[in-house]
């Protein structure tokens, strides 16, 4: 696929996503929901990557929201299968093997905040703002923020936010928990980059059971206690466990092969 909308860079295995649509906020539209299904489905699966950074074009924006331009078809049906697909993207994101990490690099709004909610971890700038601003327009949020703003900040604070619309800050979205880390404004991907750095070191097996199995957690119809137990038998079957295991008892740092 020709990317349009997202701009690409891989170096040393991680691969910088950048959503480009700056003038619109890094809104996302159709072409670009469409080219992240690809990004997540088709194109990073084939791709040998410790990691992914996702964020915003500019120093304003993370995302701005779904695109508010193209909300005018939906009037007359076919919202539903807009979130539909749009949850297809996000449970793409969030089910990657490799961990993905939202930069956060100014306002994180509606689909946006549900955009950096379906990574893995949050690395937010000072200036960002998060919100679910959806009842000012008279719908709710409709890429799975109803859901995960609950997992992430428990349920009357997600009720809260949801209800009045209000932003909160960088710095109030890390103590509900929202946010991983924050950082100086303009060092978001940097930041992003020096964590998957840090997990790029582990195995790699490891790591991918790691969020399978916390996903599971929260996946209707799957037992995460027994999703545990599989993913841990599985690695305990891989050369990975062993080269990990011989790296301590020889001291020194393990080399992992991701087999
Ligand atoms: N969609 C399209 N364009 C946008 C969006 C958006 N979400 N946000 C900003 N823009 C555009 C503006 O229209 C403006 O364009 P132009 O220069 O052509 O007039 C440009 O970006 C700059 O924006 P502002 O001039 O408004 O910049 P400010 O600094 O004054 O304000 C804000 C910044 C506060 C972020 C403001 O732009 C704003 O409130 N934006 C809308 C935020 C919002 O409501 N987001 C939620 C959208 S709804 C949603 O995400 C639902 C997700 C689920 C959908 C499921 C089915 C599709």
Redesign the pocket.
């Known amino acids: 696929m020709d990317y349009t909308n997202l701009q690409l860079e891989e170096n040393e295995n991680i691969l910088i996503v950048t959503i480009n649509r700056e003038?619109?906020?890094n809104?996302?539209n159709a072409r670009t929901m469409q080219e992240l299904m690809y990004l997540f489905s088709n194109d990073i699966p084939e791709r040998s990557l410790k990691g992914v950074v996702l964020t915003g074009a500019g120093p304003?924006?993370f995302v701005?929201?779904?695109?508010?331009?193209e909300?005018m078809s939906?009037a007359d049906g076919g919202?539903q299968e807009?979130?539909q697909r749009?949850h297809d993207v996000f449970f793409a994101i969030e089910r990657s093997k490799v961990p993905v990490v939202a930069a956060v690099n100014g306002?994180a709004?509606?689909?946006?905040c549900?955009l950096a909610m379906s990574c893995h971890l949050r690395i937010a700038g000072e200036h960002a703002r998060f919100g679910q601003?959806?009842v000012?327009?008279g719908?709710i949020?409709?890429?799975g923020?109803t859901q995960r703003l609950i997992q992430y900040i428990g349920k009357g604070k997600a009720m809260e936010l949801m209800l009045t619309a209000d932003m909160i800050s960088a710095s109030e979205a890390w103590q509900l928990g929202l946010v991983n880390k924050v950082v100086a404004s303009g060092t978001e991907v940097e930041e992003a980059t020096a964590i998957i750095q840090k997990i790029g070191a582990k195995g790699p097996i490891a790591i991918a059971k790691t969020i399978e199995a916390v996903n599971a957690y929260f996946e209707e119809g799957k037992n995460g206690f027994q999703t545990e137990v599989e993913a841990f038998g599985e690695t305990t079957r891989t050369q990975d466990f062993k080269e990990g295991a011989s790296a301590f008892v020889e001291k020194r740092k393990a080399n992992f092969s991701g087999k």
């Open positions: 003038k619109a906020l809104a996302l304003k924006s701005a929201g779904a695109d508010i331009t909300f939906m919202g807009m979130a749009g306002f709004l509606g689909g946006g549900e601003p959806e000012n327009l719908i949020p409709g890429y923020g």
